[in-house]
């Protein structure tokens, strides 16, 4: 490109109708001039060839995407990871907003996803380390979703829980139990105070397992443990299939008694997820296979609130995600802010429950409480609730008593004195 | 886990029918030993907890992935990248074969995934960094799935092309142009040699390009094309959408003369390709936007040519790769590995016709030829047809005339002093 050409993929917030751009917030290792570097950035993900041999015209006005802000500090040691044929030159690790223009492609998340995360990004050249770490979305484009369709308040709702975390739990074991015993794993854990028992997301529709008679086995229990509880419970049914079969899963399930469906938003696809969405007559739940394969490393990739900010926009309201602690590998404040993208005000979307999981149990409920700094969130043990030495029932109980003294303002220690379920929890959890 | 605990997840290949496991390759960094870690990694990503509490029972014999072959070697400097909360303690860089019994999950590409680049893959303790490098299946996995409808074969037979590569362009500008003037380069570009003139992966159903519009005007060129030259030729549309229009925009395209259609296959999903097969009439192609995401680090991610064969097993007969050359920042190894998933055996399903892509132009080609050693691949140059100083035909020539000599063993150099359209190739590509 000439210096010129650069210009043209340049642009500050006033010359432009925001209304129509995406805000795409990158950082990348570039060899060569980040000016440079950044223009390819636009150019490839937009107008690559911006006009026809021989004509005068010029379709980057338009079409072209537009570097907003650029900052580069060298890096005098070089790119932070090898990578295969990556070009030569001073090495400068930059940070870039671009706007995009949506109406390149339009309200389509496949499409979305070629543009922001496609070849033009991971293929631009002089720049073989890129992370998208955030997009914002004009209202104008949120306006063409649905998002959710019962959202944090429709979810407390169904379950008529208030004024506190809802507590899942992970039915397990996970894969090679039958319907039968697997049902009533799921009725203790509901007579001993969970509010939804759920799938692992590595079961769904299995030969050992079929869906129909999983759920309509659940959902009996499910009516069971609500008669015996006098409270709303949930079954969140895993219906994770190939997308042509989503539809009539979420029937069979939501008729045999799930009132809550289970998608592995990556691996069926954001689109299939959306499909979906507007036919569910019950809130959606997304959990989070193959999300750390793009995510995890801090120079490459796609950060994953992008991705939870992709799974409201298609509809979810539940995001299950890595949450705290050393075994989810996964930074605090990357928890927060994918809290927060669920959370926070996104046109006329609703929010999404965040769901930070990971090896939880009873007494790892009070940190996640502490440092989310809102009720606003599920907790989700499974060996916690169905390893409990007790059984499933006191696995449950053990958290709800927890929940109750971190209420109190009472500590778990002292609760555990008089409370024997939660007493068992931390003689066999806090074991190293 | 106990020393029994892990042995419990490691087997010989004697041991096992083998025709109930997928084999998948990983390589992966750990801290602590590296037995553990690899039992570990089977345990996450099948049955976490193999028996219930105070049940006399164990589902890892039948349920559980095994460890069948396990080298580790030290790596006295520490983890190749720095990952938030990795585990401490020696690091190892391990390579594995697991065994995985697909039994667990079925025929299915959602659940496929979720299990063997899942949560329980990405997140096994001690296992920081993990790349999933490759992935084989019994004849019995293989049967569930169709494949393409075309393959290589028929994709030949459509365009009636035999004993020499498949002549593809992408036809630029790629965002903005009119469909009109869009439909007359493609015209120009089958005119001038083409077998196939196709939308980019950015082009789809766009409001400035509705694919209604831009297909009957291709489809209407293309017969021209075909009446004038006397040989079929094949307009790629790009029908890249939300899943549940694929039926309606295939049908529309297919109807208007489009005669193969592209899906961008991970922003779309998996799934949705395979759904779209089972209703194509036409050749599916593949382009590969987000894959680079989480494939292009040596010791993290996910390996391409596993979403190579799962392309080939959703049923794609063409599949668009990054190909040679510093622009695609892939290893030769890399492009020739997915060169290979595609055309290999694979029980019954037909071979993809690979098509490395990258910034080519007619001086490539010849790389391209002797490097991959087969005529069964497609070029699909853009700028190096649209953007030929000459116009389109004049490009698509130029491609012609460079297979005709690499055909008759003379030098391109050569051959352009004879052939104005590779000469003016040779003089506008080639410059720095």
Redesign the interface.
């Known amino acids: 490109m000439t210096s010129d050409d650069i210009a043209g993929f340049f642009a500050r917030r006033a010359e432009l109708d925001l209304d129509a751009y995406l805000e795409l917030d990158f950082t990348f290792e570039c060899a060569g001039d980040p000016r440079s570097a950044a223009a390819h950035l636009c150019s490839e993900?937009?107008?690559?060839?911006?006009?026809?041999?021989?004509v005068a015209e010029d379709?980057r006005p338009?079409?072209g995407a537009k570097v907003l802000e650029l900052e580069a500090t060298p890096l005098p040691h070089g790119f932070?990871?090898?990578?295969?044929?990556?070009?030569t030159g001073g090495v400068h690790r930059c940070r870039a907003v671009i706007a995009h223009p949506h109406?390149?492609?339009?309200a389509?998340?496949?499409?979305?996803?070629?543009?922001v995360?496609?070849?033009?990004v991971?293929?631009a050249?002089g720049i073989?380390l890129v992370r998208l770490e955030d997009i914002r979305f004009p209202a104008s484009y949120l306006a063409s979703f649905d998002g959710p369709q019962f959202g944090v308040t429709g979810v407390r709702r169904l379950l008529q829980a208030f004024d506190r975390p809802i507590f899942f739990g992970v039915i397990?074991?996970?894969?090679?139990?039958p319907p039968a015993?697997f049902a009533e794993?799921g009725h203790e854990g509901w007579l001993g105070g969970l509010d939804v028992a759920k799938d692992?997301?590595?079961l769904?529709?299995?030969?050992?397992s079929p869906l129909a008679e999983r759920s309509a086995l659940l959902g009996d229990a499910r009516r069971r443990a609500e008669q015996a509880t006098g409270v709303p419970k949930g079954y969140l049914a895993n219906i994770?299939?190939?997308?042509?079969r989503l539809v009539a899963l979420h029937d069979v399930a939501v008729a045999n008694g799930a009132n809550l469906v289970m998608l592995?938003a990556?691996?069926?696809?954001?689109?299939?997820a959306?499909?979906l969405r507007?036919h569910a007559r019950v809130p959606l739940v997304a959990?989070?296979?193959?999300i750390?394969?793009?995510s995890?490393?801090?120079a490459?990739?796609?950060h994953s609130r992008v991705f939870t900010r992709l799974q409201r926009l298609a509809g979810f309201d539940v995001i299950i995600m890595?949450g705290f602690?050393?075994?989810?590998?996964?930074?605090e404040h990357?928890v927060l802010e994918n809290v927060r993208a669920c959370l926070e005000p996104m046109g006329d979307i609703r929010p999404s429950l965040p769901v930070p999981g990971?090896s939880d149990w009873a007494g790892t409920l009070e940190t996640v409480y502490r440092t989310l700094g809102t009720t606003d969130f599920g907790f989700v043990p499974?060996?916690g609730v169905?390893?409990?030495?007790?059984?499933p029932a006191a696995g449950a109980a053990s958290i709800r008593q927890a929940w109750d003294a971190i209420r109190d303002g009472v500590p778990l220690t002292e609760r555990a004195a008089t409370q024997t379920e939660l007493r068992a929890a931390l003689a066999h959890f806090r074991a190293p």
Chains 1, 2 share one sequence.
């Open positions: 993900q937009s107008t690559a060839q911006w006009k026809r041999v021989d379709y338009r079409f932070s990871y090898p990578v295969a044929n990556a070009p109406g390149n492609f339009g389509r998340l496949p499409n979305l996803m070629s543009a995360m496609g070849e033009g991971f293929f050249p073989p397990k074991p996970n894969i090679g139990l015993p794993l692992d997301e590595m769904a529709d299995a030969p050992w994770t299939d190939e997308v042509d592995n990556l691996p069926v696809g954001l689109s299939g959306r499909m507007r959990h989070f296979p193959f750390a394969a793009f995890r490393l801090g490459y990739g796609v890595p602690g050393s075994r989810m590998m996964t930074p990357e990971g499974g060996r169905f390893g409990h030495p007790m059984g």
